[in-house]
Nanobody, 121 residues
């Protein structure tokens, strides 16, 4: 019913920048919170940043000041601008959205397939 498609990952040198995008499509009535999570090899998936439909944001301590999350509600799209990237930012980044579809009464979490970000010289 709902698909989240991420793009923008890749290989970047330390100190570089990348911008991730994630667009939701399908039988969408409304989207509440959207966010980015990441999972490095051998580690648990962790929160990177979230943004409410009203634009309120939340960041993990280790990305505050370097990453910026934003969204375009008209396009059902969330972005993650990542600056001053470090090797420890290397991970698969996943998009998440709380979506209400037609004929549903509650919001349900959906996930993208993930996009690899590698920070290395």
């Amino acid at each position: 019913q709902v698909q989240l498609v991420e793009s923008g990952g890749g290989l970047v040198q330390p100190g570089g920048s990348l911008r991730l995008s994630c667009t939701a499509s399908g039988s969408i009535v409304s989207i509440n919170d959207m966010g980015w999570y990441r999972q490095a090899p051998g580690k648990q998936r962790e929160l990177v940043a979230t943004i409410s439909d009203g634009g309120s944001t939340q960041y993990a301590d280790n990305v505050t000041g370097r990453f910026t999350i934003s969204r375009d509600n008209a396009k059902n799209t969330v972005y993650l601008q990542m600056n001053s990237l470090k090797p420890e930012d290397t991970a698969v980044y996943y998009c998440n959205a709380a979506v209400k579809v037609y004929f549903a009464v509650i919001y349900r979490d959906y996930w993208g397939q993930g996009t690899q970000v590698t920070v290395s010289s």
